[in-house]
């Protein structure tokens, strides 16, 4: 099979010239391999990480291969970072056709934001939530807003009082509890974005488990040698695979017009049933604006709702 993300997602001959795409946590793993593929397929790409020489490296390869692309460095457990960030996409762009939420990780370190906010929580949920609306009227009519949860979440129920403090912390816990909360968070912008009548898609979905993404170098010996002799096994899943999961979100034809879905193996998927609570949902979009310090996003929806 071609090892191209784009011929696996059966997207290669999707025409993305023109588009605008922002694709964060794009300096390696699985959103490096989308960024480089998007660029490929046409689309300008503004590549998002932490570290400047990766940046530049992967905006030269986009380049070499005939697309645009610029770098914009950012923290995602720093507010003003990723407010920073959405303001250079909207100095960078005309507006956004993809945006794809894919930094984050699993952390081993307990320890709290300057919010007060439990590191894994802030970086994987409260950061994409608040770059995302910030770009909310910056996204163009028929734009997809993809973000990278997992089957993690499977297990792990909502609990605001627990990304608090890092009393007992748990890095595998802190992690599924934080991919919850990316199902929660999509549906309900979905939800919202349908209710304002924006004709914007937000679904999230589950790359698979890939031991080149790097997310294992959070975790204790051995974990990381294991987890890295893991890529050359047979049927484990690629970067390349994990890449092709988010190129399906972000521009296949079958998934025109549909949103508030959780996506799996190219696919619509079903989530836990704590990922569908409506409430849950709801009581995540509130506080995550509250700890913010922004205004609610859409409060007219939960206002409907009953929320």
Request: hydrophobic share 40%; with cysteine.
């Amino acid at each position: 099979m071609d090892d191209l993300p784009e011929t696996r997602a059966g997207v290669a001959g999707v025409d993305m010239d023109g588009t605008r795409a922002l694709v964060t946590g794009s300096t390696s793993g699985i959103g490096r391999a989308a960024a480089l593929a998007l660029g490929r397929l046409g689309a300008d790409v503004v590549v998002h990480g932490r570290n400047p020489d990766a940046g530049a490296a992967v905006v030269d390869e986009i380049e070499a291969s005939g697309g645009a692309a610029t770098f914009v460095e950012a923290d995602f457990a720093d507010v003003d970072a990723v407010e920073a960030l959405a303001g250079a996409v909207r100095t960078e762009t005309d507006g956004l056709d993809v945006l794809i939420n894919n930094a984050g990780g699993l952390f081993r370190k307990g320890r709290l934001t300057d919010l007060g906010v439990e590191y894994t929580f802030h970086v994987n949920h409260l950061a994409p939530y608040r770059l995302t609306t910030a770009l909310l009227d910056h996204l163009r009519p028929d734009a997809r807003v993809v973000t990278t949860a997992s089957a993690a979440h499977r297990g792990s129920s909502l609990d605001l009082e627990r990304v608090t403090h890092v009393d007992d912390h748990s890095g595998v816990r802190a992690y599924s509890h934080a991919k919850l909360a990316n199902v929660l968070f999509a549906g309900e912008l979905a939800r919202r974005l349908e209710h304002a009548g924006r004709d914007v898609t937000s679904n999230s979905l589950h790359p698979g488990a890939i031991p080149g993404s790097g997310f294992s170098r959070f975790l204790p010996e051995p974990i990381p040698r294991v987890v890295r002799a893991l890529d050359a096994v047979p049927g484990v899943t690629s970067v390349a695979d994990g890449a092709a999961e988010l190129l399906f979100a972000a521009c296949s034809p079958r998934l025109d017009g549909v949103s508030g879905r959780y996506l799996s193996g190219q696919g619509l998927g079903t989530p836990s049933s704590e990922a569908r609570d409506p409430e849950a949902a709801r009581r995540l979009w509130t506080y995550s604006a509250d700890v913010l310090g922004i205004d609610e996003p859409f409060p007219e929806a939960a206002a409907e709702s009953g929320g």
